[in-house]
């Protein structure tokens, strides 16, 4: 099982990026997905999700300016990140998990999620 995660790079503060993370050996659509960052020299945090039963979760550091979204066809899950700020800089990493969390603490917890990508970098500049 391998989730690959793409797209990150350099923006400046207002602008938009694209993170994507594309899916092998295991199908998309039968998990909750969800995307955390990782902040120089801060813990792991939790960033959206969305689950199997179709629920959206956001942060409210991010609510209203991303969007997780999936590709079934392409067994993608994406983050559509928009008004980015300063304090967005990070490691994105997208996590995907089969145990169906039905609430928000399991939801937000990383140490719930069993599949983990690599992380892709996002800066943005002023």
């Known amino acids: 099982v391998q989730l690959q995660a793409s797209g990150g790079g350099l923006v400046q503060e207002g602008g938009s990026l694209r993170v994507s993370c594309i899916a092998s050996r295991l199908t998309l659509s039968n998990y909750d997905m969800a995307w955390f960052r990782q902040r120089y020299g801060k813990e792991r945090e939790f960033v959206a999700a969305?689950?199997?039963?179709?629920?959206?979760v956001y942060a409210e550091a991010v609510k209203g300016r991303f969007t997780i979204s999936g590709d079934d066809a392409k067994n993608t899950m994406y983050l559509q990140m928009s008004d980015l700020k300063l304090e967005d800089t990070a490691v994105y990493y997208c996590a995907a998990d089969r145990h169906y969390c039905t609430s928000l603490q399991c939801t937000k917890n990383s140490e719930e999620y069993e599949y983990w990508g690599q992380g892709t970098q996002v800066t943005v500049s002023s």
């Open positions: 969305s689950r199997y039963s179709g629920s959206i």
